[in-house]
């Protein structure tokens, strides 16, 4: 059995357990916090609204959960790719690695 690691959410406080395989990506600079997050598609491009209200369009480098240190924020994947539209994608909130876990 995979051992688990604690995210919190930073948008809500939500903490929740996401196997060690999950996805992150870096947070962009630029990236609007209210909004706060990414979606990127089967080609790994992410597209989200930078603070200043404009889109950006970048490649996407997604790492492992198990390779972020506790307390580090992040980008986590949503569990479910999203397939409503012509391409699939996933989401990815703002959030932190659980310090207690």
Partial sequence: MQKLIGV???ANGTITSRRQDSLT???PADLDWITGGVSVNAD???RYQTA???SRVYLANPRLLSGRAPGEECLVAAADV???GKTCTR???IAMVD???
């Fill in 8 to 10: 919190v959410d930073l």
């Fill in 25 to 27: 990506l870096d947070i």
């Fill in 44 to 46: 790994k491009l992410g």
């Fill in 52 to 54: 200043a209200g404009e």
């Fill in 82 to 84: 999203e397939m409503s």
């Fill in 91 to 93: 989401r990815y909130q």
């Fill in 99 to 101: 310090v207690d876990d």
